[in-house]
């Protein structure tokens, strides 16, 4: 049975993409802890032909989605994994490189739902840098988060855009360890 409702934003990961002569890889899913919302809309352009005083052909294009992350704190591994950021390591300073070329990734994650963790992954998604903000302490604490724009595209390889599954689902448990790739066979 279907969710009726879905809540809960959680497990998210990322999987770096690697295409090596056309053919796409993904790596090994890592966690991207921290999770607080995410927002996709819908790419694409509508095409209407009118013909004998109608409509006589409408279609949409679907070129992905575009929108935001946004998380409690973005983990260090991320931008060195995505976002090219240098780590001296004799230093202890991490450097973020105006050269670096931003990674592609597999962005996977769960809503919680009503009845079913419905799990997600978008193939194909371009990163950018997040906002960066804080403000001093008060007589409360006002936690800030950081927000990146993300565009999730059809994967080079097959033209996927996104998956899910629900549980029950043969691929559930293992949601996480790899990304899901079809196999018509």
């Known amino acids: 049975m279907s969710n ?14 690697t295409e090596t002569d056309g053919v796409i890889t993904y790596g090994t899913p890592a966690p991207l802890p921290g999770a607080v919302n995410l927002t996709l809309s819908p790419k694409g352009e509508k095409t209407e032909f009118y013909a004998d005083d109608i409509a006589y052909f ?3 294009s679907n070129q992905g989605y575009e929108g935001s992350l946004e998380v409690a704190l973005l983990p260090d591994s991320f931008k060195k994994d995505v976002l090219g950021y ?5 230093n202890g300073t991490l450097i973020e490189d105006a050269n670096a070329i931003n990674k592609n990734i597999a962005l996977l994650f769960e809503f ?12 194909n998604v371009a990163v950018e840098r997040p906002n960066m903000e804080s403000s001093t302490k008060g007589p409360s ?4 988060t950081e927000t990146f724009n993300i565009t999730a595209s059809p994967a080079a ?7 899910k599954c629900e549980q029950g689902g043969a691929a559930y448990d293992t949601w996480f360890s790899a990304v899901y790739v079809y196999s018509a066979t």
């Open 58 to 60: 409408v279609a949409s």
């Open 157 to 163: 390889d097959t033209g996927f855009v996104k998956a």
């Open 86 to 90: 240098i780590e001296d390591t004799i």
């Open 112 to 123: 919680a739902g009503d009845i079913n963790a419905t799990r997600h992954v978008l193939y």
């Open 141 to 144: 604490i006002d936690v800030k």
């Open 4 to 17: 009726k409702v879905k809540f809960g934003l959680k497990n998210v990961h990322y999987a770096v993409i």
